[in-house]
């Protein structure tokens, strides 16, 4: 299976709520956003670990964010590396905000096919300002 295959298979299972299948993709002690900081926004908390990515999606779930658009549309592959562009639209479970975003998700994996590196390049005012409920 090649890494464009492995991250198709972890969006596939983001979208049936498989979180248990994307955390067996996930290195034990993988880093997760953590060159960004998260602001307060739950899900944008950076850390490592596969605990910290359960708390990821515990804190982007329907109790926080409303998905109405989840698109993947294109995988950039080079090395160990894959860079998916991804439509999003949500609205904040708590603040009824709505977030319309054209994010950048890289993956980078290990010699085994897991998850060792994960950072979003999203508009963070926007996931901010949705959060605290405040105009952007």
């Known amino acids: 299976m090649s890494n464009v295959d492995r991250v198709q298979e972890i969006y ?20 997760w956003d953590e060159e960004v900081p998260g602001y307060g926004v739950a899900y944008l908390e950076p850390g490592s670990g596969r605990d910290h990515v359960a708390k990821f999606f515990a804190g982007a779930g329907a109790d926080a964010l409303e998905f109405d658009r989840f698109e993947p549309l294109n ?3 080079g090395g160990d590396q894959v860079a998916a562009i991804i439509r999003v639209g949500a609205r904040n479970a708590a603040t009824s905000r709505r977030i319309d975003d054209y994010e950048v998700h890289v993956w980078t994996f290990g010699a085994d096919g897991r998850v060792t590196r ?19």
């Open 118 to 136: 994960f950072a979003h390049v999203v508009d963070r005012h926007a996931h901010v300002s949705a959060w605290r409920d405040e105009d952007p």
């Open 75 to 77: 995988f950039l592959a």
């Open 12 to 31: 596939a299972a983001f979208g049936r709520g498989d979180i248990p299948y994307i955390l067996d993709q996930i290195a034990d002690d993988v880093s």
